[in-house]
């Protein structure tokens, strides 16, 4: 079997689009798989949201545990925000090396200062200067040659939203230069999202940011790919879809005591869909090629007397 990394550079070599839907626990990264997602993302907001901690405050195994857990429930890559690399070179040197032993196919490093502030959802970025960003990108690229070439190395820079697209670009493509395979920014508009590709060096992933407060554009997948993209992060789909809808069901059984957003047909359907999902019939049938099958041994009554 083919590892992960090898899997995702694969992709990347063939310039297939990358959907990457944003996950944070292993079923929901199964279930992306079973529909056919060839990719899948862990982003810090999923995983900060879920964890009630924020992004900012995450430590390196707070979030390698959650991707590596969905990185070993599906054959797909797992793709990880790595945030500022949790430190400096050398600390991001290490965050690289135990992404690969968890099982992760691939990570984006960003050029914000360490510790991330929680002011960065307000989008308020603190942008490290540029030669701190370069040594980052290019010992993290190192190390990924030293351990495992394939694993993939997106260099993502939020210059954009403080120094503007021009800087931005200046940043991936000196990342580029380092050894990164893929770049990522955060374009304003349309028009900054319709350039990025062809300023950039090398392929670019588009983050889709549902919800987002400072109006940049949403695409679908057809749209980014015309536009010269090579994937799209979704980066706040998992948290958002599950926090609307067990919010809606949670109210209903707080008011009412009961629950009619699903019929009882219907959740037969769905529970049948999560044991299959999560293989317990593959469990049944060695238990039935097994313990179950042996007669079970009769066991005596005691006496129920009691010595005093």
Request: glycine share 8%; aromatic share 8%.
């Amino acid at each position: 079997m083919r590892r992960p990394t090898t899997k995702l550079r694969a992709l990347v070599k063939r310039g297939k689009f990358l959907e990457l839907p944003s996950a944070y626990d292993p079923i929901i990264a199964r279930l992306a798989e079973s529909l056919g997602f060839k990719t899948v993302y862990n982003g810090g907001f999923v995983t900060g949201g879920a964890t009630c901690i924020s992004e900012p405050l995450l430590t390196m195994d707070e979030q390698i545990r959650v991707a590596g857990n969905m990185a070993n429930a599906v054959r797909i890559p797992v793709v990880m925000d790595a945030g500022a690399g949790w430190g400096e070179p050398l600390h991001t040197m290490r965050t690289v090396r135990e992404c690969i032993r968890a099982g992760i196919a691939g990570v984006h490093i960003e050029d914000q200062l360490y510790p991330k502030r929680a002011h960065y959802h307000t989008y308020v970025a603190h942008n490290i200067p540029l030669d701190e960003y370069r040594d980052k990108i290019r010992l993290a690229c190192r190390q990924r040659d030293e351990t495992d070439r394939d694993f993939v190395i997106i260099a993502r820079s939020d210059a954009c939203r403080i120094q503007g697209l021009k800087e931005a670009i200046k940043r991936v493509n000196l990342a580029a230069d380092q050894g990164a395979d893929m770049g990522l920014i955060f374009p304003r508009t349309h028009d900054e999202a319709v350039k990025t590709p062809k300023l950039a060096k090398v392929p670019m992933i588009y983050v889709q940011s549902r919800g987002t407060r400072d109006g940049r554009p949403l695409y679908s997948y057809r749209q980014l790919e015309d536009m010269g993209y090579a994937g799209c992060i979704d980066a706040i789909l998992a948290v958002g879809v599950q926090f609307h809808f067990m919010r809606r069901a949670l109210t209903e059984l707080k008011k009412t005591g009961d629950y009619s957003g699903i019929s009882e047909p219907d959740f037969v359907l769905v529970r049948k869909q999560v044991e299959d999902l999560i293989g317990l019939e593959d469990y049944y049938r060695i238990e039935r090629e097994t313990v179950e099958r042996m007669p079970r041994k009769k066991t005596r009554r005691r006496n129920s007397k009691q010595v005093l």
